[in-house]
């Protein structure tokens, strides 16, 4: 299984971006998909993640401006990220769980200029 995030940029403060990560291979389906994040310096914290069903999460810090879909078609999970702050730059991390294993994106870089 490989996943390829990609939509990452440099934006200003109060800007959108919109992420997208498409897997492929040996998948039959997906069961979570979510988005992570690593700012320098900090550890890995989730953002948002969405259930095979539809169901969605998201960290505290990202209600009401993040919102988290999925195709499944296309085997893609995509994250709208609106009022965008400085404090939202990181390296952006795809994720999903296929039959109890979890795969990982390259990362995304995510600039946010005040």
């Known amino acids: 299984v490989q996943l390829q995030a990609s939509g990452g940029g440099l934006v200003q403060a109060g800007g959108s971006l919109r992420l997208s990560c498409a897997a492929s291979?040996?998948?039959?389906?997906?069961?979570?998909m979510g988005w992570y994040r690593r700012a320098p310096g900090q550890q890995s914290e989730l953002v948002a993640g969405?259930?095979?069903?539809?169901?969605?999460n998201y960290a505290d810090f990202v209600k009401g401006r993040f919102t988290i879909s999925r195709d499944n078609a296309m085997n893609t999970v995509y994250l709208q990220m609106n009022s965008l702050k400085p404090e939202d730059t990181a390296v952006y991390y795809c994720?999903?769980?296929?039959?109890?294993?979890?795969?990982w994106g390259q990362g995304t870089l995510v600039t946010v200029s005040s």
């Open positions: 994720n999903i769980t296929v039959a109890g294993w979890s795969y």
């Open positions: 291979g040996n998948i039959i389906s997906i069961n979570t």
């Open positions: 969405i259930t095979s069903g539809g169901s969605t």
